[in-house]
């Protein structure tokens, strides 16, 4: 069978294990929702068309910025704005847009998690509650563990902040596409990481959810890591041994981050 359109960022849904699914667009509209795990352990063959659309706007770009933009969507898009990556950096709680008010409001005045996850190492991490558990899955966690809630996005990214003196707060990818983790204990680190707040935010911490433990569809990991990307090799087949996180993992290897190429049209062959 054979499949072409845009990539977007893989769907995700938290099971026994997790399924996932590759989103093909026609420029900006999907056509087709491919099921990934059940061609697990087969051949597949990607090749990129060597056409990339704007996720924002749709129009054809030579290079693409911040995940499928283009360099004008970049700098405008509330998408790429610097709370994005940078939570404490938000003023839409105090009235004020850093790119776009009703985006902002939409997607940053909400109820957001602070959370410490295992993705190899213990990080620390912020996300909308609406989120949970795509967040995590995406970043290739193996347990996740919710140790604040803010009403809006600035007061989680202080509690970050504060927390990142200590712990990551960025995944090691490789580390994680290597293996399984070992088992972190989530609920001491927290009560250790706490002791670093300031009364001002421990207030946000009067939250107890269950602990989340996630497995992916892995037949096989690597031992050593290739990452491919279509800008340097524009078509590869391979047996696809596994997911986790945003990559397809190959038998030979290599991997792919389908993320990172959001806008890159491709056919697909299986």
Known sequence: ???????????????????????????????????????????????????????????????????????DAFISSPQASPSIINPELSRIHEGIALRDYNWEMEHHLKPHYVYLSNTGDIKVGVTRVSQVPTRWIDQGASQALVIAETPYRQAA????????????????????????????????EKTNVLNFLSDDLMVYTNIFLPQTFIKYPVLKYPE???????????????????????????ENSNVFNVRSHAGYKISIEF
Request: hydrophobic share 35%; aromatic share 8%.
């Open 1 to 71: 069978m054979k499949l072409s359109g845009n990539i977007r960022k893989m769907k995700s849904q938290l099971s026994e294990v997790v399924n996932y699914s590759l989103p093909l667009f026609d420029v900006l509209e999907e056509k087709h929702l491919l099921p990934l795990n059940e061609i697990i352990g087969n051949k597949i063959k990607i090749s990129f068309q060597n056409e990339i659309n704007c996720v924002i706007t749709g129009k054809k770009i030579k290079k693409s910025y911040g995940e499928g933009m283009s360099y």
């Open 157 to 188: 990214g202080l509690i970050e902040v504060n927390l990142k003196k200590y712990l990551k707060d960025k995944t090691n990818w490789q580390k994680m596409l290597k293996g399984e983790p070992d088992y972190i204990d989530l609920e001491n």
């Open 224 to 250: 050593k890591i290739n990452s491919i990307k279509l800008d340097n090799v524009s078509e590869f087949d391979s047996v696809l041994t596994g997911i986790k996180g945003q990559y397809l993992i190959f």
